[in-house]
């Protein structure tokens, strides 16, 4: 753990120290650019415990989940664009008031969650058959 953690902290500080500097005179990208940080944190410590996994225990057949990433990471992309064009539809409509970020939160949310749902039904991703089913015995 102390090694991965070494690659996620030094990653992390890399990133916000860049990030400060890119939008050091806008607030709002640098609380995005801080998540984004964090995620690709994540990302380079979930890299680096396969590589000392792999290097332990031997070959960990990692190709199956790359696959299965990919295709979340495909289908996460096409909810998130679905609920990026309700947001700004209804924007159109209802301009950027309360409001408007009230529907926006409830209809994209909604809206990005159904096309996710349902890309992700299309792939016939196993483990998204074996949770339907579950819960479809209940």
């Not at 990030?19 to 984004?36: E, H, N, R, Y």
């Not at 209802?94 to 996710?116: D, E, M, N, P, Q």
């Amino acid at each position: 753990p102390a090694p991965i953690n070494v690659f996620m902290v030094g990653t992390k500080i890399v990133l916000v120290l860049v990030c400060a500097q890119l939008f050091s005179g806008d607030p709002a990208k640098i609380a995005v650019s801080l998540t984004t940080a964090t995620s690709a944190s994540y990302v380079i410590g979930a890299v680096v415990g396969h590589v000392c996994l792999a290097r332990r225990l031997g070959n960990l057949r990692f190709g199956g989940v790359a696959v299965t990433v990919g295709k979340v990471t495909i289908a996460s992309a096409l909810g998130g664009l679905a609920a990026f064009a309700i947001e700004l539809a209804v924007q159109g409509m209802l301009g950027h008031g309360r409001s408007a970020a009230f529907v926006t939160l409830l209809a994209g949310g909604l809206g990005g969650l159904v096309v996710l749902s349902a890309v992700l039904w299309r792939m016939h991703i196993s483990e998204i058959e074996d949770i339907v089913s579950m819960a479809r015995r209940r």
